[in-house]
């Protein structure tokens, strides 16, 4: 402590500015604190991660996947079979837009149409079929 206190006299009588000493604090306490970050690492890292869902979890990813899987598809069927019904082009948006009813009435877009349609069904039941939990501990 008497060395420490030297030093600080030694450097006010030298000029040098000193915020209370904390320089040399943090010098004493650093090797100790980053053996400490390293053993408090390790630890965190050796320990297990439970990311798996529990309870009202599990039951609410359940039912968003559930969800998911409807609404693809639904969405999916919808787009399939609608432009090729007549409501596709006979509706009141498109009577008043003519460019536009005969650019949704083109094959091309129907067809474009259908092919989305299908790939939301794909995916919905992709989703559907590669859902798994993780198994129990």
Known sequence: MRDHLSSSRHHRQLGARRDFGFEDTLTEIAPATVADNRVMEEAAGSAPT????????????????LLFVFVCATAGVLLVILPWRPEWTDNRLLLVYPGLR???????????????????????????VHYHEEPRP
């Not at 798996?52 to 609410?60: F, H, K, N, S, T």
């Not at 299908?118 to 919905?124: P, R």
Request: proline share 0%; glycine share 12%; charged share 20%.
């Open 50 to 65: 439970d990311d798996r869902y529990r309870g009202l979890q599990l039951w609410v990813h359940r039912l968003s996947v």
């Open 102 to 128: 005969l650019f949704v009435s083109n094959s091309f877009v129907r067809g474009v149409c259908s092919g989305l349609g299908l790939l939301d069904i794909w995916i919905g039941f992709w989703e559907a």
